[in-house]
C-alpha cells in the first residue's frame, strides 16, 4: 500500500494513505516555513495534538472548506464545534480507534495545551497511527521527553516523527534519548526551524542518530515528502 508523508513546515504533516488525506497540526497562516495554504490543502481528516496556536492552527477554515472530520481530545472538540466546526470526533489519552485511514491511538506527551482564547485545551497528545497495511507511525507532537516512550516503542514503530527544536519541546540531545528508548526503524525530526528559537542543524543531529543508534533517519525540507 502506498502511503505518503509530507512535512508542511513546523509540525504539520500530511499522510496519504488508503486514498485519503489526514493532516495533522495545520498551522500554515502565519507560518514562516509553511509549504501549502489553508486555502489549498487538502483533508479528509485532520488530527489536532493541543490547543496551541501553532498545531490548530488553521484548523477551523480548513474544516469549514473542506469538512474533514477534526480528531482531538474531547476539550478541542468542543471548542471546535463551538467555532462551527461541522464534523469532530473526540478520543482521549490511551483510547483507540480504527478509522478508514488506520487505526489511531492518543499517547501522552508533556507540554500545555491552552486554546488561542485562553479556553482549557485538555492535556496534549501524540498519535500513534497503524496504517492498514499494519506498519505503525508515531508522531509524539510537542513533548519532552519521557520515559513510557519505550512502551510506545515496544508496539514496534516503523516511523517516528520526533522534535528537535528546544525551548518548548524536546531538544536535539533528548530527542536522541527517545530514539534510544522507541527504537523505530526510521525517525524524521520536526518543530525546528520555523522560527530562530527553534533554530536546529537537523542533518548534524541525523548523524548522530544514525552514529550512535540503529534507526535510520530522515531530514525533509518543508514540502519535501517521503514515500512509504
Ligand atoms: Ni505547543
Ligand atoms: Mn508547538
Redesign the pocket.
Known sequence: MKTTLTWLG??AWQLETAGLNVLIDPFFTGNPKASVSAADVKADFILIS?G?G??IGDTVAIAQRTGATCIATFEITEWLRKQGVPRVHPMNTGGARTFPFGNLKFTIAH?TSMLPDGSNGGNPVGFLIRLQDGRKIYHA??TGLFYDMKLIGDEGIDLAIL?IGDN??MGPDDALRAVRLIQPQRVIPT?FGTWDLIAQDARAWAQRVQAETATATTVLQPGESWNF
Request: charged share 15%; net charge negative; aromatic share 8%.
Open positions: 513546523h509540525s493541543h496551541h501553532d498545531h507540554h507532537a510537542d522534535p518548548f519541546t518543530h
